[in-house]
């Protein structure tokens, strides 16, 4: 199927030869050539006054500038952003140290509540009643 496509394309793509008279039909169909405008008179260009070296180095100062400032303030940035990363993981390592604490008392209770209850002596057994049958 894709070759029926294919041949069909082909077919509607192919180059075709214009008929007699094309290139005469189209050039009358153009409209006429506009006249020139005359042309100004020639004037003598003076060389541009030179500029001083404060026009010179403006825009490269002021460029070099721009950038000194903005990497200071990204560095300033970073390091704020990086105490604060650090205090937040302090605050979060001294939270988990504590709750791990507190889950080491509870384990020791529970530990010295099962200590015992092993080590407790085991109660006398009961006396034998008499079979009276």
Request: proline share 11%.
């Amino acid at each position: 199927m894709s070759e029926d496509i294919e041949i069909q394309l082909r077919r509607a793509l192919r180059p075709v030869e214009p008929s007699a008279g094309f290139a005469e039909r189209v050039m009358r169909a153009l409209p006429e050539r506009a006249p020139r405008p005359a042309l100004a008179p020639v004037t003598v260009l003076r060389p541009a006054p030179r500029a001083g070296l404060w026009r010179t180095l403006s825009a490269p100062s002021a460029l070099a500038a721009s950038l000194v400032v903005a990497v200071m303030l990204g560095q300033h940035v970073g390091e704020q952003v990086g105490r604060e990363q650090t205090e937040r993981e302090q605050r979060a390592g001294l939270a988990a140290r504590a709750e791990l604490m507190q889950a080491l008392r509870i384990t020791s209770r529970k530990l010295d509540l099962a200590y015992q209850a092993v080590n407790r002596p085991a109660p006398a057994p009961p006396p034998a009643e008499e079979n009276r049958s």
